[in-house]
């Protein structure tokens, strides 16, 4: 059988500063960022650096309610969550809830770069905050 999880589509970090990280990450490792969005809906602006078929995705709250926020609030900079890429981001959701699993959204949503994700609580396992990432077709 084959597994649900095709990739790590990124792999995500909350911080202060989005301009300051990005520069640290382009000057120190010279990483090229390949992607910048605002993404309203969840309150944060994000800059995808790209590593090979992978991005590091930096994120940083637009406003004091965004979930990042409270994030930085409580736990200071660092990794906020996993996201693992899917070819179907619905059937992937269904086999978490079928295990019992807590899920944040119960149906798939649109995330950045036109996928469609749905994250998964940290209290389903190992404390991770999971999203499940389903690119735009043609998967890249
Ligand atoms: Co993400």
């Known amino acids: ?11 995500a970090i909350a911080v202060h500063d989005l301009a300051a990280t990005v520069a640290w990450y382009e000057d120190v ?8 969005e605002v993404v309203d809906s969840d309150g944060v602006e994000e800059a995808l650096i790209e590593v090979a078929d992978s991005f590091v995705q930096l994120l940083t709250p637009t406003r004091d309610d965004s979930p990042v926020a409270t ?3 409580r736990r200071g900079e660092g990794l906020h969550h996993v996201g693992y890429r899917v070819d179907d981001c619905a059937l ?3 086999a978490v809830v079928a295990a019992g699993g807590r899920v944040i959204d119960t149906v798939p949503r649109p995330g950045s770069r036109g996928t469609t994700v749905a994250f998964i609580h940290p209290k389903t396992v190992a404390g991770t905050l999971i999203e499940l990432v389903e690119e735009p077709s043609p998967a890249r």
């Open 1 to 11: 059988m084959s597994g649900l999880l095709t990739e790590i589509d990124h792999v």
């Open 71 to 73: 994030f930085l609030a």
């Open 29 to 36: 490792l010279g990483a090229r960022v390949v992607h910048r």
């Open 92 to 94: 992937a959701l269904a």
